[in-house]
């Protein structure tokens, strides 16, 4: 079974501060990677998505992949309170095929 | 962008009745979606993967009679749930592949469903 693996937290961090959150996956041919935000009552949003090794930068976010580890994170640089919500990870095999998520990371942003 | 509406945003119903949530693309053709349903404070969980012109996929333990999934068209995906239980309580939403899967998926605003 395809597993996603994030820690719960919450992630409290303070205004201004760097938030790294992390994600784990099972399925070693998996080739798409997403961070989606979710605020509590509402639906998810995409903030990001990666499918190559490396650094991907938009803004105050990056992600970045690691095939080999299976492991893809998101940077939060300059957090700021409204950051704070749940960052769900989604990975899949790419096209139409579903993904499977991730549990979730609750991030709180100090001010 | 691509988006995503789906209706209604919040809906109260009586146990034993019926519910129709409607999701549709507005600017784009989504050959699937797909139905979650989220508990308070637990992670989305998958129900069923709708596709145009057949007939939907469940996930295991979801009941296909009670949770029917109609995807008519190019751009409308339905979900009824079919005599509803106050167990039923939850928080639907659907959501559509974007770009062949290279943009993720878009979600809709969500359903909130209240069985009294």
């Known amino acids: 079974q395809k597993e996603v693996e994030q820690n719960s937290g919450p992630l409290s961090v303070p205004e201004g501060a760097i938030a790294s959150l992390n994600c784990t996956y099972s399925?070693?041919?998996?080739?798409?990677f997403f961070w989606y935000r979710q605020y509590s009552g509402k639906s998810p949003e995409l903030i990001m998505f990666?499918?190559?090794?490396g650094d991907k930068e938009d803004g105050r976010f990056t992600a970045q992949l690691n095939k080999a580890s299976q492991y893809v994170s998101l940077l939060i640089r300059d957090s700021q309170p409204s950051d704070s919500a749940t960052y769900l990870c989604?990975?899949?095999?790419?096209?139409?095929?579903?993904?499977?998520f991730g549990t979730g990371t609750k991030l709180q942003v100090i001010p | 962008g691509a988006v995503v509406s789906q209706h209604p945003s919040w809906v109260i119903c009586k146990s034993g009745t019926s519910v129709k949530i409607e999701c549709r693309s507005l600017?784009?053709?989504?050959?699937?979606m797909f139905w979650y349903r989220q508990f308070p404070k637990q992670s989305l969980m998958l129900m069923a993967t709708?596709?145009?012109?057949?007939?939907?996929?469940?996930e295991q333990g979801v009941e296909k009679d009670k949770f029917l999934i109609n995807h008519a068209s190019l751009t409308l995906s339905t979900l009824t749930v079919t005599s509803a239980h106050p167990e039923d309580s939850s928080f639907y939403i659907c959501?559509?592949?974007?770009?062949?899967?290279?943009?993720?998926?878009?979600f809709g605003s969500g359903t909130r469903l209240t069985v009294v």
């Open positions: 990666i499918y190559s090794n």
């Open positions: 600017d784009f053709q989504a050959t699937t």
């Open positions: 989604a990975v899949g095999p790419g096209g139409y095929q579903k993904v499977t």
């Open positions: 709708s596709n145009e012109g057949s007939k939907a996929t469940y």
């Open positions: 959501s559509a592949i974007v770009g062949r899967g290279s943009y993720g998926y878009t």
């Open positions: 399925d070693r041919g998996s080739q798409s």
